[in-house]
């Protein structure tokens, strides 16, 4: 299973910016994906969650980014979508695409966001 993620890059505190991820594999068909969605990590930070959907309808957001990001998924293109609100310089990070297909994790190669404040 391959990820590539699109968007992110910089924004100003109070603005938005979105990240698009896609699944893929070299059958072209992705069954079973039991969870997708965006993690993030900080310098110096561990990694932490951002929002994932499980079962394609299950959504969970971090404490941290409840009320601001919204994240939508679409499991028929394998594509999960986060929109991020309200943007604050703590949200400033490297953004990792997420799936688990058939139990197994897979992550992208990671997007960086940087709000500037």
């Known amino acids: 299973v391959q990820l590539q993620a699109s968007g992110g890059g910089s924004a100003q505190a109070g603005g938005s910016l979105g990240l698009s991820c896609t699944a893929s594999?070299?059958?072209?068909?992705?069954?079973?994906?039991?969870?997708m969605g965006w993690y993030r990590q900080a310098p110096g930070k561990q990694r932490e969650l951002v929002a994932t959907i499980t079962g394609g309808e299950y959504i969970t957001y971090g404490d941290s980014v409840k009320g601001r990001f919204t994240v939508s998924g679409n499991v028929d293109k394998n594509t999960v979508s986060l929109q991020m609100n309200s943007l604050i310089a703590e949200d400033t990070a490297v953004y990792y695409c997420n799936f688990v297909v058939s139990l197994v994790e897979y992550w992208g190669r990671g997007t960086q966001v940087t709000v500037s404040s």
């Open positions: 594999t070299t059958s072209g068909t992705l069954f079973d994906v039991n969870r």
